[in-house]
């Protein structure tokens, strides 16, 4: 029996560091990147496949439900659209909008429900306006009146007669000229302090009290115009002032306030006047 004796001899492999160095810096070589880029790609395939899948299901629904609708004889859709359309108009109808007086300016939007916070803001304001113009003028009536009366007393004073004279040795000039004349005052250029006749300024003024009492006059009647719009329509509107707060305890005994709201009217407008004079002092301050 022969031996063999293999004198082969196994030279070693000598591989370059630079080219290691490359393969292992390359992530796309890496096996774990691999495996997470396949595991990817295999989810966007199957959600491509559930979202077609989702699409076709509600494809079959939709043709199914018009089918059925279309089949169904006891199903009328214009008679129940119809209905809708009814029912839809009602329901505007009820949002009424009520004509914009001429008093009234509004800051923006209708006389509506809807809008009830910009008008009564608009109601309390005119009035307010109206109010403070009216007492403004009254003043100044009062004040003519006031000098007509005075103006008229002056018009008709008389000039004392001599036997009633007690102005002895120092009457004036003036007086002896009144005295001897026997006339009355109005006839006597430049006696008047006001620097005109008596007769003219009587008339003068008279004028002026006539057109103050317009005015005031004119003031009173929006003053009712808005009383009366108030009583027919802040219902309708539902037109609310707040009159102050309301305390509440909270969980842990803490106060908590709430705006407290009144139906506008008569006597809480006049509430909402003077808070919208404060909130203007406040705001000039």
């Not at 490359?22 to 992530?27: I, K, V």
């Not at 796309?28 to 699409?55: F, G, R, Y």
């Not at 004073?157 to 007086?175: H, Y």
């Not at 003068?204 to 317009?214: Q, R, S």
Request: proline residues 3%; negative net charge.
């Amino acid at each position: 029996m022969s031996t063999l004796h293999l004198n082969t001899k196994l030279e070693p492999t000598h591989v370059v560091l630079e080219d290691w160095y490359d393969e292992l810096a390359d992530d796309s070589l890496d096996p774990a990147n691999i495996m997470e880029q396949e595991e990817e790609e295999m989810e966007l395939n199957d959600l491509d496949v559930n979202v077609k899948q989702s699409l076709s299901s509600i494809t079959e629904v939709t043709t199914m439900t018009t089918n059925t609708l279309n089949s169904n004889p006891s199903f009328n859709l214009d008679a129940w659209l119809s209905t809708a359309k009814t029912l839809h108009e009602v329901e505007s109808a009820s949002t009424s909008i009520v004509p914009t007086p001429a008093w009234l300016t509004l800051k923006s939007g209708l006389c509506t429900a809807e809008n009830a916070f910009v008008v009564t803001a608009g109601v309390v304001k005119a009035t307010r306006q109206v109010m403070d113009a009216l007492f403004y003028t009254q003043r100044q009536l009062d004040l003519k009146i006031e000098q007509l009366h005075a103006q008229e007393q002056r018009a008709s004073r008389q000039v004392i007669s001599a036997r009633d004279m007690t102005f002895g040795p120092e009457i004036t000039k003036l007086g002896i000229q009144l005295t001897g004349a026997k006339v009355a005052n109005t006839d006597i250029a430049g006696f008047n302090p006001d620097g005109v006749e008596f007769q003219e300024a009587v008339a003068a003024i008279a004028e002026e009290c006539d057109k103050l009492e317009a005015v005031v006059d004119n003031g009173k009647r929006i003053l009712s115009e808005i009383m009366q719009w108030i009583h027919d329509h802040a219902e309708q509107l539902q037109l609310q002032v707040q009159v102050g707060y309301t305390t509440r305890l909270g969980i842990i005994g803490n106060e908590i306030r709430s705006p407290k709201y009144v139906p506008l009217d008569h006597n809480s407008l006049l509430l909402a006047i003077e808070q919208q004079r404060e909130f203007i002092k406040s705001a000039r301050g």
